[in-house]
């Protein structure tokens, strides 16, 4: 089986949310089931039937999360050396070559990618066009709107 990559800040995330699913939302929703049952006929019973559809999809999701938890590899890349180069966890700041746009990712796994937040999946297409380079090197990176040309201006481990 294959090692899914994550930041430390990912598996927090993920074993808080996972924590919250089996402490708080799987006891409410055991609640919900003995209060519906008590209404009586389960047939015709919409609360019943509304929490039992919520139980399968919080069961799922805990089932997830473990599982993407026992293959994950955590990457902690402020105990790395900073030798310049673009790895899984890294911070990187771009400049595109023609217009001076200055634009600062983190590269992480695809759970945590969120682009609003300039955290990118290490398999998006400016991740992999990033990973292995090096401080100062000019990379280019096919867009919707063609092929840019970055350079690395910064690479940070933090």
Do not use: W
Not at 32 to 37: K, N, T, W
Not at 55 to 70: H, N, Y
Not at 131 to 152: A, C, F, H, M, W
Request: net charge negative.
């Amino acid at each position: 089986m294959q090692s899914i990559p994550m930041t430390v800040r990912g598996e927090e995330l993920l074993r808080e949310e996972l924590n919250h699913l089996k402490k708080v939302v799987r006891p409410q929703i055991v609640a919900d089931i003995a209060e519906a049952r008590e209404h009586g006929d389960l047939k015709e019973n919409a609360e019943y039937h509304a929490a039992r559809e919520q139980q399968g999809f919080c069961e799922g999701r805990i089932q997830e999360i473990e599982a993407k938890l026992s293959t994950s590899q955590v990457i902690d890349v402020t105990k790395m050396a900073n030798n310049g180069k673009v790895i899984f966890g890294s911070t990187v700041t771009i400049v595109n070559v023609d217009t001076d746009e200055e634009v600062t990712y983190k590269i992480v796994g695809d759970d945590e990618a969120d682009i609003k937040n300039n955290l990118i999946s290490v398999n998006s297409p400016i991740a992999r066009g990033l990973v292995g380079k090096e401080l100062d090197d000019s990379v280019n990176i096919q867009t919707p709107n063609g092929t840019v040309e970055y350079e690395i201006i910064e690479v940070e481990y933090i």
